[in-house]
């Protein structure tokens, strides 16, 4: 059972577009989403999170739109550059007490200069 | 500079051999985890720990164990490495009840 899950698998946006990233989960006692940013041989970086008292958190080109009732959330990243080709997790924590992140399965996005 | 740092980068072996990685971290925290990511990039965590208690994933197998000198640093030991352990094996930390967790680079494991 996938606790998370992250769409598109894979998005191709070019350089200026605004790419969307979508996650959804099931658990309802889930209060902390963080999203992750990986590189190629990397490990994953924090890039931005949000707490499910909020609806929007903006850092830079980078947005989270969070729908409690509905169970979703987005990233969205405006002006979206090269530099952004990465894959991104969506993950999340704060059911039952545990402070454990799930992760979904990433979306890999690629910008086209 | 604070981090999370891991070693080795890179490591290749055959079936049955031990291995151990090594992940140290600098930022103070007192929590540390490894994780599982797959060929298809999924996260799986295997072990959290900090000096109190030990949470195993149910699912990762008795080869695997974390071994801890101190808070900053905890290793992962493979007994017998199978085919299906190559992966990168990533290490975090976080402070304890505190869900903002910061990675390594990671381990890339092959087994022939």
């Known amino acids: 059972q996938q606790q998370v899950r992250q769409s598109p698998q894979s998005l191709t946006v070019w350089e200026g577009e605004t790419a969307i990233l979508n996650c959804s989960y099931e658990?309802?006692?889930?209060?902390?989403f963080p999203w992750y940013q990986q590189f190629p041989g990397e490990g994953p970086a924090l890039l931005i999170s949000?707490?499910?008292?909020?609806d929007k958190k903006e850092d830079g080109r980078f947005t989270i739109f969070f729908n409690k009732r509905e169970k979703k959330l987005s990233l969205h990243i405006t002006d979206s550059q090269p530099g952004d080709s990465a894959t991104y997790f969506c993950?999340?924590?704060?059911?039952?007490?545990?402070?454990?992140?799930?992760f979904g399965s990433g979306t890999q996005l690629t910008v086209m200069p | 500079e604070t981090a999370v740092f891991q070693t080795p980068n890179y490591h290749v072996t055959q079936v049955g051999n031990e291995v151990s990685f090594n992940c140290k971290q600098t930022?103070?925290?007192?929590?540390m985890y490894w994780y599982k990511q797959d060929s298809k990039k999924l996260l799986k965590i295997m072990f959290s720990?900090?000096?109190?208690?030990?949470?195993v994933n149910e699912t990762v197998p008795r080869r695997f164990s974390p071994q801890s000198s101190d808070k900053a640093h905890l290793n992962l030991r493979i007994k017998s490495v199978e085919p299906e352990d190559s992966a990168v094996y990533l290490c975090?930390?976080?402070?304890?009840?505190?869900?903002?967790?910061?990675f390594g680079p990671g381990t890339r494991l092959t087994v022939l």
């Open positions: 720990y900090n000096n109190k208690q030990l949470i």
């Open positions: 949000i707490r499910s008292v909020s």
């Open positions: 930022l103070g925290h007192d929590t």
């Open positions: 658990d309802s006692t889930f209060n902390y």
């Open positions: 975090a930390s976080s402070f304890t009840g505190n869900a903002e967790q910061f």
């Open positions: 993950a999340a924590s704060g059911s039952s007490g545990s402070w454990q992140l799930i």
